[in-house]
């Protein structure tokens, strides 16, 4: 008898390590009109946060981090891996810090997103170990247009694309062994923040040589098989030198900073598309390559240029078949406008890094509900010393509940989301047969706030689940309701249910009528006040 239990014990064992072992590894789908990430086989979005630049280094530093993470609902940290940690001497890896970072994620049940901050970190090379810093005849720098060396790797060397690589691919080859039927790492930056300072492209011999080439023949296919919907700028430089199909980047393009930015956007793309391409053969997670975010009316050469920014985005396209998405970095107001150009058919939006500021809390909803992002993620997000007041927290709780209805509703015209401020205090979105006319909270006049002179960002998202139900989530919006055809009818609220999602079920709360609804006329999250109700609406004559 014991032995059969043992054996019948054996097989499920076995059985159970078969089936994590089959698991598919997290990846980047399309769905609709979205990107979809999938993490241990389920939709995911990411509630994260990104770790300050050191924070990482450190295991006794991090240890009361990943409670302030669990405190604000966190489901993922973006933590960056050090190649002069893990690389000190040329071929001999030491991981204790990605171990250690993996055995803290684990035990706090959140996800990983690693940052590779490899050849490039902000521009600067300030992360390559001292054997490659000091040896910079094999390592070569980039010059700026006097011919002085730059703290910044050439991306025109071979050995420095060689010996990114084969960290790059030392790291996937350890995270594969040591966490592939966890999945616990769910997605890998490649570099950071890849752009050129002071000068709009590299000066060093090489670059100057591929700069005086014919523009390489994929990227003029690129243009040419794009060419309706080329990023503005990129475009008119093409058309104002004769839309040519081959020449050098000076004749194709003209001359100037703008076509120097192209150019060595081309060849860091290049580079990190190959870092990328390697590391993905070794264990093909999802890649993505964040941007330092240009101001505008400053040239190329005085912000980090030649990154992927929506300006030469196509450039950046067109070189990286292995890299999943291009990803802005949030330091500067108009999160709607930059928002706007990463979201597309070939670039699911993902915010790695915003300021780590209040209005992030309303920001998210938007991110999600009207961008469909696959997330976000607010910068140095351990600097709380209160985590559990930390508004980004209250949106995740949230958001945690509502992630396996967003996913579903990802890519599809029933889900959407608003951003308000003082100076745009309403939007209107429509859903079949109704329009949602939302506002800022303070629109209505009753709270003191409301005379202030900046209004805090309030944000909401609205998921339409059948033809007159709803979920609707968020801060600061009150929101009412009209036909959208009058032929119709009048619309009037049903019923509304504050309440939330346990294990995928509604928990109904309080029913929200008389004050609460403005005796059937609104539906209201006040400023301060984060949470979702369940809506329903009918029509009457
Ligand atoms: C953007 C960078 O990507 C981060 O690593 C960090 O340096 C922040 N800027 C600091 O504001």
Redesign the pocket.
């Known amino acids: 008898m014991m032995k059969h239990l043992f054996i019948y014990y054996m097989l499920v064992v076995l059985a159970g390590a078969v089936t994590a072992g089959a698991q598919s590894l997290p990846s980047l789908q399309r769905q609709g009109s979205a990107g979809h990430l999938m993490v241990n086989g389920k939709p995911f979005l990411v509630l994260g946060g990104e770790l300050g ?1 050191s924070s990482a280094s450190s295991a006794d530093y991090m240890r009361p981090i990943w409670k302030k993470l669990r405190a604000m609902h966190c489901n993922t940290v973006l933590a960056p891996v050090y190649w002069e940690l893990i690389e000190p001497v040329q071929g001999k890896f030491d991981f204790t810090t990605v171990d250690s970072l993996l055995a803290g994620a684990r035990r706090h049940s959140i996800k990983i997103v690693f940052l590779w901050f490899g050849s490039w970190k ?1 521009s600067m090379s300030c992360y390559v170990p001292a054997w490659v810093k000091k040896d910079y005849k094999t390592y070569p720098r980039a010059y700026d247009e006097r011919g002085l060396a730059q703290e910044i790797l050439t991306p025109f060397s071979a050995d420095n694309l060689r010996a990114d690589v084969d960290a790059f691919r030392a790291l996937m080859k350890h995270i594969r062994e040591h966490d592939e039927k966890y999945q616990t790492v769910i997605m890998i930056q490649v570099e ?2 890849i752009g050129i300072l002071p000068s709009a492209r590299d000066y060093h011999p090489q670059a100057t040589k591929a700069f005086h080439q014919p523009v390489p023949t994929a990227l003029m296919q690129y243009l040419q098989q794009h060419k309706k919907s080329l990023a503005p700028a990129l475009a008119e430089a093409w058309r104002k030198n004769g839309s040519r199909t081959s020449g050098t980047w000076e004749e194709v393009f003209g001359k100037g900073l703008a076509t120097d930015e192209m150019f060595i956007a081309w060849h860091f793309a290049l580079f990190a598309n190959q870092v990328a391409l390697e590391g993905k053969k070794v264990y093909p997670l999802p890649m993505f390559v ?1 941007a ?1 975010l240009n101001r505008p009316n400053v040239k190329p050469g005085g912000y980090p240029s030649g990154g992927p920014l929506p300006h030469i985005i196509d450039i950046w396209k067109a070189a990286t078949p292995a890299i999943d998405l291009l990803s802005p ?1 949030f ?1 500067n107001p108009d999160f709607i406008h930059w928002n706007d150009l990463y979201t597309r058919p070939d670039n699911a939006l993902f915010i790695p ?1 915003i300021r780590f500021e209040p209005s992030v809390s309303a920001k998210v909803f938007y991110a999600l509900g009207h961008y469909q992002a696959i997330g976000f993620s607010p ?1 140095s997000i351990e600097s709380t010393d209160t985590p559990e007041n930390e508004p980004i927290g209250k949106s995740y709780q949230v958001l945690t509940q509502l992630m396996p209805l967003l996913c579903q509703h990802q890519g599809k015209p029933t889900l959407d989301g608003v951003l308000l401020d003082k100076r745009s205090d309403a939007d209107t979105l429509t859903f079949g047969n109704y329009t949602f006319i939302v506002k800022h909270d303070y629109t209505l006049g009753w709270s003191p706030g409301a005379k202030e002179e900046n209004w805090p960002q309030a944000g909401g998202l609205i998921i339409q689940t059948a033809p007159n139900e709803f979920i609707v989530a968020g801060t600061g919006i009150v929101v009412s309701f009209v036909s959208a055809q009058p032929s119709k009818g009048r619309t009037g609220i049903l019923s509304i249910e504050e309440g939330g999602y346990r294990e995928g079920h509604w928990n109904p709360g309080r029913t929200m009528n008389g004050d609460q609804s403005h005796q059937g006329r609104h539906l209201r999250f006040p400023v301060g006040e984060y949470g979702i109700q369940k809506l329903s609406l009918y029509q009457y004559k």
């Open positions: 630049n902000n950071n923040e964040n330092a970095d330091y890094e910068f």
